[in-house]
């Protein structure tokens, strides 16, 4: 019979290491596998008990810069080492991990941490999303306060002005003054809008979202476009926003349909809305259980090299005449709900997916 995590078999820190996205290997110091979490279970594909009880480094191509870690870890030559490696997993493709190695209070007995590179890279790309947004956050509060005082005495300084000159010429000139501090106005109130609004929270079907952004995008775009439906319906409800994620959802897809505007004219534009649900997943320096990941996929163009990491920033936009504000407020408004959005464009392709934790 298999022992479990929490049974008396197993040592004290079993229970916690499971529930880590690393993967994670307790290791004796002549190579043995004393215990596997099951997040390297998941990743090797194998049970924990053929894992355990293993050489280690047999899980490497290369097994030198382990042995030698597990030498230093012995004689205490160093407090943490740390190095890149492939590990071999039966009846897989082999992964590149970054191998953390370092000595427990335990005598005899090291901790090795493997984190995938492709899993690093995008934590890494996440913290810096997130930072990105509330760094924007603070400045479009910062900006737009120092804007609106002085805007508001130049339009009135214009009224003045427009009632005492009595030159037609004069007059058109203070009312292109008025003119351009009402729509400065007007964006200003667009930048602080997703700040200001209070989040309404209520029961949410991702599929009812979906489905009405389905029905206003088809009708501004009635000839050429197919929207498909692919979705999981066993996803549940959750609690959000209702209204901001259907404003989150229609900026994406506006955003796809507006790139769409070749094939449109060709008749055969698509953009696909996925759902699906996540398990075990590690976003925002955070594990969840479960996760909704809804995708807006469509065959256009790409997004231009140019604006890839720059994607999210306001008044960043890859369309002539846009305001580049959609997906500054989709991102918002999803971090919001705890969640991310992240992006994958190819020509051909472009795949905006939303992360949400589901309860």
């Known amino acids: 019979m298999k022992a479990v995590p929490n049974s008396?078999?197993?040592?004290?820190?079993?229970?916690?290491?499971?529930?880590?996205?690393?993967l994670v290997a307790v290791v004796r110091t002549d190579g043995v596998v004393?215990?596997?979490n099951a997040a390297l279970e998941d990743v090797m594909g194998v049970s924990r008990r053929t894992i355990e009880g293993s050489a280690l480094s047999s899980f490497f191509s290369e097994t030198q810069s382990f042995d030698n870690a597990l030498l230093g870890a012995q004689t205490n030559a160093f407090a943490t080492m740390r190095y890149d490696?492939?590990?071999?997993?039966?009846?897989?493709?082999?992964?590149?991990?970054?191998?953390?190695?370092?000595?427990?209070?335990?005598?005899?007995?090291?901790?090795?941490?493997?984190?995938?590179?492709?899993?690093?890279?995008?934590?890494?790309?996440?913290?810096?999303?997130?930072?990105?947004?509330?760094?924007?956050?603070?400045?479009?509060?910062?900006?737009?306060?120092?804007?609106?005082n002085p805007l508001g005495g130049i339009r009135g300084a214009a009224q003045l002005l427009q009632m005492e000159v009595e030159s037609k010429d004069l007059i058109e000139y203070t009312?292109?003054?008025?003119?351009?501090?009402?729509?400065?106005?007007?964006?200003v109130d667009r930048l602080l809008a997703p700040h200001r609004r209070p989040h309404v929270v209520g029961d949410v079907n991702i599929h009812e979202v979906c489905e009405r952004v389905r029905s206003l995008i088809l009708a501004e775009f009635p000839k050429g476009l197919r929207v498909v439906r692919d979705y999981d319906i066993s996803i549940p409800e959750f609690r959000g926003d209702r209204e901001q994620l259907i404003q989150t959802v229609l900026n994406i897809v506006h955003?796809?349909?507006?790139?769409?505007?070749?094939?449109?004219?060709?008749?055969?534009?698509?953009i696909v809305l996925r759902s699906r649900i996540s398990r075990q997943v590690t976003f925002g320096k955070q594990r969840y259980r479960l996760a909704l990941e809804l995708h807006v996929i469509d065959n256009g163009p790409g997004i231009p090299e140019e604006i890839k990491d720059r994607l999210f920033f306001p008044l960043v936009s890859g369309r002539d005449g846009g305001s580049g504000l959609g997906l500054n407020l989709a991102q918002t408004?999803?971090?919001?709900?705890?969640?991310?959005?992240?992006c994958d464009s190819v020509p051909g392709r472009t795949d905006f997916k939303i992360l949400i934790p589901l309860p």
């Open 85 to 148: 490696a492939l590990l071999r997993r039966p009846l897989q493709d082999a992964m590149p991990v970054h191998v953390i190695v370092a000595p427990t209070e335990v005598a005899g007995e090291v901790l090795v941490e493997l984190l995938p590179l492709e899993q690093q890279t995008r934590q890494d790309r996440e913290e810096r999303l997130i930072d990105q947004a509330q760094a924007n956050k603070e400045l479009i509060r910062n900006l737009a306060h120092e804007i609106k």
């Open 333 to 342: 408004f999803v971090q919001q709900h705890h969640g991310l959005i992240e």
């Open 34 to 36: 004393v215990f596997a």
């Open 8 to 22: 008396p078999t197993y040592p004290s820190y079993a229970q916690a290491f499971d529930l880590l996205a690393t």
């Open 255 to 270: 955003n796809a349909a507006q790139a769409l505007v070749d094939r449109l004219a060709a008749g055969d534009a698509e």
């Open 175 to 187: 009312q292109v003054i008025i003119h351009e501090a009402d729509r400065l106005q007007l964006l």
